[in-house]
């Protein structure tokens, strides 16, 4: 199989391609490196999966029509110059805060970005003569301040409390689109907090894990009340590379991928802490706008069509992320 995965040196989509790439699949990574994060963290993902001989990687923007086309063309898959058979649409800016500071930046590269690469799939055709598959990247943000748990896919959608979770269900909307008008299969993954080794330095669990380890406060928006459904990146991987897989059913679908469990924020820094064998130190400062009370996902659905079964705990999850970012700091 020929898959296109775009955010190829992320966080997640590194994961992804390496559990591609394990399996057989020849990959065709497209990434721009931007500026979110220290672009060196990506260059060193891209590295390990350049060695691969089945790995390819574009660099550049999906809102590049050269990029897009590069992105797009054939490779040789056993011995057949074949196009990409399945569109993995991770590439996206992320985070709820910065999404309120530059609301336009993230309509464009999330919004226009996805309209990009739907519109380049439905120009495209497989062996079998259809257009690629496509999975996108969308977030549990599209639950917004749902108090209804767990959340369950067919639950009411309509209110986005930021920018970026605006921008996830805009981009599930457009794949219902295109599935509705071009026949292009398609499934939308609302991920749950996703954490593990090669987490982005700015998401949470990597900021407090850095804080602790230098024995700096962690800042603690509100009481500490605030819960998530902390999913491993394994477990994430499982349910994406079984979306891949995904050629029978409702021509769009929409699944949670979380952990199924729930974790308060002082009880998240408590274990975290442990893990790192450090104490914290917590700064208290006020509620974020833009985040929500609770994230809870029904994974009831992904269980049944997709065989998705989240077996990672957070405390051994925490220690293997801790044992990661240890061994990287002593680098």
Known sequence: MHVLLTGAAGFIGS?????LLARGDVVTGVDEFN????????EEHAALLQAHPRFA???????????????????????VS????VVVHLAAWAGVRPSIEQPALYQRENVEGTVAMLDAARATRTVAGAPPRFVFASSSSVYG???????????????PVSPYAATKRAGELLLYTYSHLYGIFSTSLRFFTVYGPRQRPEMAIHKFAQLISDGKPVPRYGDGSTARDYTFIEDIVSGVVASVDRCT??????????????????ELIDQLAAALGVPAQIQVLPDQPGDVPLTFADVSRARAELGYAPATPLAPGLARFAAWLLARRQR
Do not use: C, M, Q, W
């Open 82 to 85: 074949r196009r990409p058979d």
């Open 15 to 19: 994961h992804v391609s390496e559990a």
């Open 35 to 42: 500026a979110f994060y220290d672009p060196r963290v990506k």
């Open 249 to 266: 059913g409702p021509a769009f679908r929409i699944y949670n991928l979380g952990n199924s469990r729930t974790v308060r924020l002082d």
């Open 145 to 159: 301040g749902n108090t209804k748990v767990p959340f369950h896919e067919d639950d009411p959608v309509d209110h």
């Open 57 to 79: 990687l574009v660099r550049g923007s999906i809102l590049d029509p050269a990029v897009r086309a590069r992105a797009f063309a054939p490779r040789v898959v056993n011995d």
